[in-house]
């Protein structure tokens, strides 16, 4: 049948017409259904080709639509859609963009581990979860893991597949830097920068967008080999330090019978790790000492370099969280919630001191005009140095200061606390805190801290201390002094030379 149907396809395209006694072998019946046969086969091939090129139509068609809303996911990762202009450099990020499908509570990406992939969204929902418990879904177009391209970040959360329908797009690292130029390249990482500052809460919750991206263009980068001392405990810089790569060791000491004793230390090997953020703002000494474990690549923000990017409000802001942190640390309130730290925040006064002028006193405790008997006081900015008082007196001759001029040992930096216990409880000063520049401090009243803390919490508080043997303050009435007592000249002189000369050596 088969040669027949050749045979007559043949004829067919040699002799159109049969003649009456059919063609070769065959009869004039063969030969009208060869005809058939081979006519059907032709409009089969036909619809084949049509179908096949319909198929390729529409593959073309969906494949053009897959790219333009690959090309617009990318679009809205902000480091590309804002530095990268090159059309041809966008076409190949598309082109990279590699699919990857995921089944139901599938992870895609693991809490803690370290990668090197940005993932886009494009079918179905994910969550996020941290440390176990889900934070949020997330939608198509969204992306996640954009500091990966830049930093090795261990994840800060696991983001798993929510169906069975999931699939993701991926960009690596070296996929990206092979489509731009170096140029392109340096801009990626300043901004990279800016974005690893959003995950430090000092700079995240009191700079706008744009103010940190600034900030990223100005940082100076260093390397250091490993061994290195970059910072030592108690000093004083105006540097701000942020880990890029690599490992930190920090030590923590303290004096001991004249003898320095390591109290704590820890390894930082995540980018991101901040030191010193408040020294952008106060001279603060350094909390502790930094050495380099591996080579590792430092960013200093310098006071210097931000003080014309941030507006008024914003370093207001920074001000306002550096307090939040000092009052967090002060004994009696380490337990209270954020929000209650706030509110104290909220509700302290801000008091100017001149240099050489005193702070606390006894001679003051005893004075009528003296408004700090029952407050907290936290130092802003500036120095003050503490002297002890000999024999419980703060009217002490001249020839006492100048015997007492070893004791002025003791400088107190931003981030003091004074009269911790002030808002509680009556108690005569020990010492005399004495500015040595100009100064600002913050009070916090006792008759505006009960109210936010809670009277229940302060009895409590007050029971602890009058276990201690110390007299309750509430409802203490202020001492009140016969009479107001003064300074001389000649004292005030003698103390600010002791000071001046001490503070500078």
Not at 181 to 209: C, H, Q, V
Not at 305 to 313: G, Y
Not at 318 to 335: C, I, N, Y
Not at 430 to 458: N, Q, S, Y
Request: hydrophobic share 40%; with cysteine; net charge negative.
């Amino acid at each position: 049948q088969r040669d027949h149907l050749h045979a007559a396809m043949d004829v067919q395209v040699r002799q159109p017409q049969p003649g009456p006694s059919g063609v070769g072998d065959l009869n004039q019946e063969e030969y009208r259904q060869a005809c058939a046969i081979a006519t059907h086969l032709e409009v089969t091939r036909q619809q084949r080709e049509e179908k096949r090129e319909d198929i390729s139509k529409k593959s073309a068609e969906a494949m053009r639509v897959r790219y333009e809303q690959r090309h617009r996911f990318l679009s809205r990762v902000p480091f590309i859609s804002e530095l990268v202009k090159d059309e041809q450099s966008r076409l190949q990020l598309v082109m990279a963009l590699a699919p990857a499908c995921f089944d139901h509570d599938d992870a895609i990406i693991q809490q803690g581990d370290v990668g090197n992939e940005l993932y886009i969204l494009e079918h179905g929902v994910v969550t996020v979860r941290q440390n176990g418990a889900e934070i949020c879904d997330l939608y198509p177009g969204t992306t996640f893991g954009e500091l990966a391209l830049f930093f090795d970040l261990p994840r800060v959360a696991s983001v798993v597949a929510k169906g069975d329908d999931c699939s993701v797009l991926v960009l690596r690292r070296e996929q990206l830097f092979s489509a731009i130029d170096e140029e392109t390249r340096l801009a990626m990482m300043a901004f990279a920068r800016s974005m690893l500052l959003n995950g430090i809460p000092f700079f995240a919750l009191n700079l706008k967008p744009e103010e940190r991206r600034k900030i990223g263009e100005v940082v100076t980068r260093r390397s250091h080999g490993p061994g290195v001392e970059i910072v030592r405990q108690g000093a004083v810089v105006p540097v701000c330090l942020v880990l890029e790569s690599g490992k930190l060791q920090t030590t923590l000491t303290k004096m001991v019978n004249g003898q320095e004793v390591v109290v704590e230390e820890k390894v930082k090997q995540n980018p991101g790790s901040c030191f010193g953020e408040v020294a952008l703002l106060f001279d603060v000494p350094v909390q502790r000492t930094l050495v380099t474990l591996t080579e590792v690549s430092i960013m200093e923000i310098t006071r210097e370099s931000v003080a014309s990017l941030l507006c008024p409000a914003s370093r207001e802001q920074m001000s306002a969280h550096a307090q939040r942190g000092w009052l967090a640390e002060v004994p009696t309130f380490k337990d209270l919630d954020k929000d209650v730290i706030n509110q104290l925040q909220q509700a302290m006064q801000r008091v100017s001191l001149k240099k050489f002028e005193a702070l606390v006193a006894p001679r003051l405790y005893e004075s009528e005009d003296w408004n700090l008997r029952d407050r907290m006081i936290l130092l802003e900015s500036g120095i003050l140095v503490s002297v002890p008082v000999e024999n419980g007196q703060g009217d002490a001759q001249t020839s006492d200061l100048r015997n007492r001029e070893h004791l002025i040992t003791e400088h107190k930096v931003p981030g003091s606390v004074f009269q911790e216990t002030a808002w509680l409880v009556d108690a005569m000063p020990k010492i005399e805190l004495v500015a040595c520049t100009d100064c600002v401090v913050l009070t916090l009243h006792r008759k505006d801290a009960i109210p936010i803390i809670g009277r229940d919490r302060c009895e409590a508080l007050q029971a602890q201390f009058q276990g201690q043997g110390r007299p309750c303050a509430m409802p203490a009435s202020p001492k009140k002094a016969p009479a107001k007592q003064k300074i001389g000249k000649d004292r005030m002189s003698i103390t600010g030379e002791l000071l001046t000369r001490r503070w500078c050596t």
